[in-house]
Structure formats: C-alpha cells, structure tokens
C-alpha cells in the first residue's frame, strides 16, 4: 500500500504520461523528464533523448523559497520538476540516498542493510 497523501495519489493513479513510455503516473519511478510537476495541465514530457536539462527552471528547482509568488504564478510547480522510471532501477545504477534528517537516514539504512545491497545513505 503506497504511503503519502491519499488525494495526491489516487490523482497520480488516473494521469496518463504522454511520452514514450507511456502509462500511468503512479506506475513510474524515474525516466521520463517534466519541467514541473508531472500533475500540472502545463507540464511538458521529455524522453531521455531530448535535451531536457536545457528546459528545466534550474533557479526555482534550486530555491528553498516555497512561498506563492503573483509574480510567478508556476514558479512552485518548475520546483517540483520530476524524473520517473517506469517499472523499477537496479541497484547498481544508484548513486546513494539523501536523507534530510538522522531518523530518516537511519529507517533507510536498516531497509539497505536487510536488502544486502551497498547503496550509500546521506
């Protein structure tokens, strides 16, 4: 059973991705490439061919400033930017983790130690 807003996944369940390959937002885990939240009508897919790192907002995915700005309006959902996989990545193509606090940090390690794989928490 998936954890996290029951609203924001039962509507992540019935949002189709438009690029290759397709199916179901809910069903990816990184891939495919949108420039803002994937759940947003605007939201423009980019395979792995395209040159998407040119059309992602770098400046508002980097800012920690969360706040609604009239000035501009999508600036909240170019920080939700998304990469999604769909069906599952191997082990061996993760760099490591990074967790924003120790309990966190610690829950993920015990899943990794009892996985018996070498991917590294931060």
Request: hydrophobic content about 35%.
């Amino acid at each position: 059973m998936p954890r996290g807003n029951r609203e924001v996944i039962d509507r992540r369940a019935r949002i189709v991705v438009s690029g290759p390959p397709s199916g179901l937002l809910h069903d990816f885990v990184k891939y495919v490439v949108y420039d803002r939240n994937a759940a947003v009508a605007t939201a423009r897919c980019f395979s792995a061919q395209d040159p998407w790192q040119d059309c992602l907002d770098w400046q508002a995915i980097d800012s920690s400033d969360f706040r609604y700005d009239a000035m501009q309006p999508d600036r909240k959902h170019k920080q939700q930017a998304e990469c999604l996989v769909h069906g599952a990545v191997p082990n061996s193509a993760l760099l490591g983790f990074v967790c924003c606090d120790e309990p966190t940090k610690e829950v993920l390690q015990n899943q990794i130690n009892q996985a018996d794989t070498k991917t590294n928490v931060f």
